[in-house]
């Protein structure tokens, strides 16, 4: 069956300390693939995005992501976290040729100690 | 300058109640969304419609009805609300496939 996979529900990283968000989908084709973040009683920002190209894609807030195909995986990454970075983090994706339907994974929530 | 506007931001209301959701993007997109995020933070969509026409209609009890005035504006009303409606509700728009979200909906049914 398609999913999306974010196997850590928690994850707690000390200040300054670099961070991998997991994230594995399970499609036939490569689909197109998200990164958001839900800052507490926010809404959804979009912080980077792969459609087809280099598989090494940045993001704002100094986040960036890697496709691996050979995986099927999608982390995100950040070589040095700030406290304000604590938020939930969702992986997503659009199947290709799929009326744009987002797809989400259940999200990993991010603790950032001082 | 909001890109994806929703009003209001926080609904607390009885069961049995009638309410409405309002969505407005000045994106210039074409396609908008709604989606529900439970109390497990999973988020999933319900509706999404192109230039005023629904496209995707997931498994959503027919108390919820979308309607799209113009591409521009997509709302959510929902009829005899349960306890199980409580939720966050958030509009999203898109051009293609990214997509932009509104602040949320909290709604609360009591």
């Known amino acids: 069956a398609q999913s999306v996979t974010q196997p850590d529900i928690h994850i707690t990283v000390s200040e300054g300390a670099s961070l991998e968000l997991r994230c594995n989908y399970s499609y036939g084709a490569t689909p197109y693939l998200f990164w958001y973040v839900q800052s507490p009683g926010q809404g959804l920002q979009l912080l980077l995005k792969?459609?087809?190209?280099?598989?090494l894609v940045q993001g704002i807030k100094g986040f960036e992501a890697e496709f691996k195909r050979s995986q099927s995986s999608f982390n995100l990454r950040k070589p040095s976290v700030h406290w304000s970075d604590a938020a939930e983090y969702f992986c997503a994706v659009v199947p290709t040729g799929t009326a744009s339907k987002l797809t989400f994974g259940t999200g990993t929530r991010l603790q950032v100690t001082l | 300058d909001t890109a994806v506007s929703q009003t209001p931001k926080y609904l607390v209301t009885q069961m049995g109640n009638d309410k409405s959701i309002k969505c407005e993007q000045n994106?210039?997109?074409?396609?908008m969304y709604w989606y529900k995020q439970d109390s497990k933070k999973f988020l999933k969509i319900m509706f999404s419609?192109?230039?005023?026409?629904?496209?995707i209609n997931e498994t959503v009890p027919n108390r919820f009805s979308p309607k799209s005035p113009d591409k521009a504006h997509l709302n959510l009303h929902i009829n005899s609300l349960e306890l199980g409606d409580s939720a966050v509700y958030f509009c999203a728009s898109s051009s293609q496939a990214e997509q932009y979200f509104g602040p949320g909906t909290r709604l609360t049914v009591t």
């Open positions: 994106l210039g997109h074409d396609t």
């Open positions: 419609y192109n230039n005023k026409e629904l496209i």
């Open positions: 792969y459609f087809s190209g280099d598989t």
